[in-house]
């Protein structure tokens, strides 16, 4: 059930009404909100919830285990456990056939066959999501740094709790349990609050991403056949394509969480404003940054060791990252790009602050940030290595009517979004746009309401995290 | 550059309500503003191609002859003032597009017959591909029909429609800003290069001919490809339950109003005519429509009727220049034999 059908707004009307009609018991509500987001989820196919069952259970009562003992090695024991549980089906689901095919590609190069099958593995919707909020959990509690969850029925609610469940916010077990536990009550401001980002991320899913995915597609499916300011202009469109989805995929469900009560972790903050790595990834994907950064790169040793050692763990935690989106070479290729852009700055991060003092000078670090940037994201978005060095060696600046019209489509589409990006930047207020005066909103909304309708894409197309 | 947050803050509870119910003021106001420019300015050719069929139809001369209905292929391959020329027979064209399909055909009839009374003869001439079209595909048209049919627009056309055709019916006719015709979208995807499109297929004579010059030879090579695959996946199905409602309300129509009905095979591009597939599907098409209008005359329900060079057309059903002459003769001659 995609956010951006009418299935799913019939589901949400009928959910929400039950859910707040409720309002006297917390737990028929988190019922109703299970219950749900188990149809949510086995909408798509539902021999998958077993996958969500497990783990819920597992990490349950790993987590309850964990609670009342206090033997180390039992307990350490038991925090296995909940890894090889949910690493394994990760591994399984996600990434078998993914290293089956690469070694046997490997071995190969030796003139020799690799003697087994692959599995013809669907990969679970949202799978990377659910199993790195779980294990947060299980970690958490194993480091003492939060008491474990006693009622399973709230338990479960905060492993499948729909709105972030097959996308994110990958949300931490310590910010969305006690939430869960304690009673809610109807927010008009929040709900408000809600309502804008679920408006604000439609726009930006159905009318800047879907739309600039023509663009996108057309240009990575057959790079050798556009000049060099096409590839540019497809760049910069799956570059807004890439953050329209998920940053409105995120708007979406931290919006309807507003209006169940609930407050998720903000998962975007104007990324493309970032003048360098660090700045970046403090602004994109921030509950899997912060993932990363808690329960990886701080368990490696962070920056506690030598300079070698700190950018080895960057490195690590950045190629790890790469691989979390996705089982193929070309995400691993980007987390590799990450990691070295992080290293690279490193040493620099002084310089590079203090050149910042001045606003226009600042305003260039973000310029040339955002150049490695859509690098980058052409390493994420390209299937092969042809494709990109197709694109990065193409340097023919032929003018076209298709050139005009694509830089027509890109402006037109992605100029509002930039514009609100400084609009929130400025007022250091993601809500901004919210609390404009009347003069400004009534007409802000008019023009999201209306380009919702008219330049909306019907094609109820996939959030592209949705695959991993 | 600090990295924002968000900072949820306390709103007047009328400032809210004027904001949410402002944006659903904008809309409907722009739908209105938008709803009345399609009124003078229709982006879509096929819907203009009908609404002045329409408008022909409510001007039309009362001793018509013959009256031909169907959709692009006969638009642009009957010439009604040359079969008159031919013949000494008065005919005029309400050939419309094919995805009104035989609702239509029975609307304009029944609606020509309330004002003028019947033709002698009523000749009807689809393309094989429409015969099968299903009430979706269809219903997509429907909101062109003139208001005065719009009252109960199903139960006139002769369709069952879904819970869907009825939302897509409703969106189509009331709500144009989110219809699926996109022609705002042609606007605001090139606003600079934009021009009000003009066509040869829509520009009719005043007997609803439109002469259309320009073959294109490959397009119908890919044409016949496409459409083959098509014969043998509608050959299962070749007369939509939509289609045979109508088909039977123009039988009972003709015969109420002692009226010929006749069959006409579209104009065919030679190697598509020959084909065995295509051979095959106006057999069991022909099959399902003589049950359905068991009095129609079928002479000219046959591939090999009039069959043309991929040089004289500009899809395998569609001729162009002097080719709809040479077809207006063909059907002349054998309507009249």
Known sequence: MLFNSYVFAAFFAVVFSLYWASKSSRRIQNAILLVASYVFYGWWDWRFLSLIVLSTAVDFAVGNALGTSTDAVKRKRLVTVSLLVNLGLLGVFKYFNFFADSFADMIGVFGLTADFATLNIVLPVGISFYTFQTLSYSIDVYRRRMDPCRDLLDFALFVGFFPQLVAGPIERASRLIPQITQPRSWQPDEAYAGVFLVIWGLFKKVVVADNLATIANAVFSDPQGHSGLNILIGALAFTMQIYGDFSGYSDIARGISKLFGFDLMVNFKLPYFARDPSDFWRRWHVSLSTWLRDYLYIGLGGNRGSNARTYRNLFLTMLLGGLWHGAAWNFVLWGVYHGLLLIAYRPIQGHVDAFCSKWYREAIAIAVFFVFTVFGWVLFRADSMEVIAGMVTNFSFAVSGQTLGWAWLLLYLSAPVVAVMVWQQKSENLLAPAYAPLFVRVPFFGYLAFMIVVEGSRMNSEFIYFQF | ?337
């Open chain 2, 1 to 337: 550059m600090i990295v924002p947050g968000e900072k949820v803050q306390t709103q007047p509870r009328a400032g809210i309500a004027t904001v949410l119910l402002s944006a659903i003021v904008v809309l409907a106001a722009a739908n209105f503003a938008y709803a009345s420019f399609l009124k003078s300015v229709t982006l879509n050719g096929g819907y203009r191609l009908a609404e002045k069929k329409w408008e022909l139809l409510q001007d039309a001369p009362d001793d018509i002859d013959y009256l031909f209905v169907g959709d692009s292929s006969c638009n642009q391959g009957l010439d009604a003032a040359y079969f008159h020329e031919l013949t000494g027979k008065r005919a005029l064209n309400l050939c419309t597009i094919g995805n009104m399909a035989a609702i239509d055909d029975a609307l304009m009839v029944s609606e020509f017959i309330g004002r003028y009374g019947a033709p002698p003869h009523i000749v009807v001439l689809h393309v094989d591909d429409v015969w099968p079209r299903d009430d979706e595909s269809i219903n997509s048209a429907l909101h062109i029909l003139p208001s005065s049919l719009q009252t109960n627009v199903f139960a006139q056309g002769g369709i069952t429609p879904t819970l869907r055709n009825r939302v897509h019916y409703l969106i189509n006719r009331h709500l144009p800003l989110y219809a699926e015709n996109a022609s705002l979208q042609t606007i605001t995807r090139a606003p600079f290069s934009f021009r009000i499109p003009t066509s040869a297929h829509d520009t009719i004579d005043d007997f609803g001919f439109a002469s259309v010059e320009g073959a294109d030879e490959a397009g119908v090579r890919t044409d016949r490809t496409r459409r083959l695959r098509g014969v043998d996946e509608a050959l299962s199905a070749p007369l939509s339950e939509a289609n045979r409602r109508s088909v039977a309300r123009l039988q009972q129509l003709s015969r109420e109003h002692d009226a010929q009905l006749h069959f006409v095979m579209a104009p065919l591009e030679r190697e598509f005519a020959q084909s065995e597939q295509l051979r095959e599907f106006v057999e069991a098409v022909s099959a399902e429509l003589l049950e359905a209008a068991p009095d129609a005359d079928f002479r000219l329900f046959r591939p090999d009727l009039a069959n043309f060079d991929a040089a004289e057309m500009e899809s395998v059903d569609h001729v162009v220049g002097e080719a709809a002459q040479r077809f207006t003769e063909i059907v002349a001659t054998g309507l009249t034999q």
